[in-house]
C-alpha cells in the first residue's frame, strides 16, 4: 500500500512539474542523470527516490534538478556538484 501511495505521488509530482516547467527546462529520466548526482541522491538520502529530473537552462548554464519522491529538490550545477537543495 506505502508502494501505491508512493507511486501516485510521484506522478502527481511529475503532472505539476510538467505543468509548470519554463520552455528552457528539459524533463530527463533519472538514470540519463550525471553518476555524481545519482550517487549524491543515494549516499545523503538512502530512504529516498528520485521521482523525476529537469536540466534547466539558466543565465549562469545549465543545472540538474533532481525531484525526490517527498518534493524536495536537489539542484547540482552542470559537472554534477551540488548547488543546494531547496
Not at 529520466?29 to 523525476?52: C, E, H, T, Y
Not at 543565465?59 to 552542470?78: P, W
Amino acid at each position: 500500500m506505502k508502494n501505491i501511495i508512493s507511486k501516485v505521488f510521484s506522478l502527481i509530482q511529475v503532472m505539476i512539474g510538467t505543468a509548470t516547467a519554463r520552455k528552457s527546462d528539459k524533463m530527463i529520466f533519472a538514470k540519463n542523470l550525471p553518476m555524481a548526482v545519482k550517487s549524491f541522491v543515494m549516499r545523503n538520502f538512502p530512504k529516498k527516490d528520485i521521482a523525476f529530473a529537469e536540466m534547466r537552462f539558466t543565465s549562469r548554464g545549465m543545472v540538474y534538478v533532481a525531484i525526490l519522491n517527498d518534493g524536495e529538490q536537489v539542484v547540482f550545477n552542470e559537472n554534477g556538484s551540488l548547488a543546494h537543495v531547496a
